[in-house]
């Protein structure tokens, strides 16, 4: 049971967007498995060779721009309209979450749709008309340089102040929902830490596939895929509010 004026938080990663038909980056059918991060995921891949990467980019922009939400988010959705106050803290670059009709999100590796000029770092977004047939390498319309995908690459630092605003509400949040991601991935492996640290009352669901290196902070690992698990969690969340 979640008491009414309980805080939510979510993490989510790549998992909770599987379903839409967003490709996840780890496991056997995962990114990884097809493509080299080293050679697309760092800004050293990007400077070696912007047009590869812009490739893959635009590759990921189709795709993504022709998913929707699934269950999953939806639920989420449908426990901020029965009024709990519920933060998602997204790994995903899609805008999935959103597009469920959450309101208060934060992008901790960036947006898909979102463009940076890599000089004045003006920031741009692609037009909803965009198709993506023709990669071209996009200029800044500012001052003429390459502009890359506003997404976090390996090696790359998280804005700090998306990472103060984490951790401002992981110290305040009493229930943690862990959902859809590998718990690999640095800093935000270290986030459910955060949440518990002199936070005894805090309660942890990870919702996955399998375990993973987040079980054991986890009171419950609800295992199934979670466009399932997660809208039964809800409804029973719901209802046991009104009885
Ligand atoms: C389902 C499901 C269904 C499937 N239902 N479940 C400290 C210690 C060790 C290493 C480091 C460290 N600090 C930094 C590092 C290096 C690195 C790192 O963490 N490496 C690890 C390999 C150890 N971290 C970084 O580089 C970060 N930067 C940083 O820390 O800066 C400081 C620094 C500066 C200079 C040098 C060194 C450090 C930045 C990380 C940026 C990650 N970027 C990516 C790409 C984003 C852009 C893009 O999308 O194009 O972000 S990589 C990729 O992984 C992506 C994801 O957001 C992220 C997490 O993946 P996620 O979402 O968890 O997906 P999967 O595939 O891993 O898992 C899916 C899960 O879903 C699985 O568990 C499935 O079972 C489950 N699932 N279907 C339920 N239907
Ligand atoms: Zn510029």
Redesign the pocket.
């Known amino acids: 049971m979640i008491s009414t004026d309980a805080k939510i938080t979510v993490i989510s ?3 909770i967007s ?2 839409s038909g967003v490709p ?4 056997t059918d ?1 990114l990884w498995k097809k493509y080299n ?1 080293m050679e697309l ?1 760092t800004p050293q891949a990007f400077a070696r060779n912007p047009k590869l990467v812009w490739e893959w980019y635009y590759w990921r922009l189709g795709l993504v721009s022709q998913t929707e939400p699934n269950n999953a988010h939806l639920a989420l959705k449908k426990l901020e309209s029965s009024g709990y106050d519920i933060m998602v803290l997204t ?3 899609d805008n999935l979450h959103e597009r469920a009709g959450s309101s208060k999100v934060i992008h901790l ?2 947006e ?1 749709f979102q463009r940076r000029c890599i000089q004045c770092h003006d920031i741009t977004y692609w037009k909803s008309t965009e198709t993506y047939e023709n990669p071209i390498i996009p200029k800044c319309p500012k001052c003429n340089s390459m502009i890359r995908p506003g ?8 804005d700090p102040d998306i990472i103060q605003r984490s951790y401002n509400r992981l110290h305040v949040t009493d229930v943690l929902l862990i959902i ?8 935000v492996a270290t986030f459910p830490y955060i949440a518990k640290q002199g936070n005894e009352n805090l309660i942890v669901y990870e ?4 375990p ?1 290196p987040l079980s054991s902070l986890a009171d419950k690992t609800i295992l199934g ?3 399932k698990t997660l809208p039964l969690f809800v409804s029973e969340t719901l209802d046991k509010g009104k009885e």
């Not at 996840?24 to 496991?27: A, E, L, M, Q, S």
């Not at 919702?207 to 399998?210: A, C, I, R, S, T």
């Open positions: 990663g790549s998992g599987k379903a996840t980056f780890r496991g995962g991060f995921a790994q995903n670059v590796h960036g898909i997404v976090v690459w390996f090696h790359e630092t998280l859809g991601t590998s718990g690999v991935i640095h800093p919702f996955n596939l399998e993973t895929p979670v466009e």
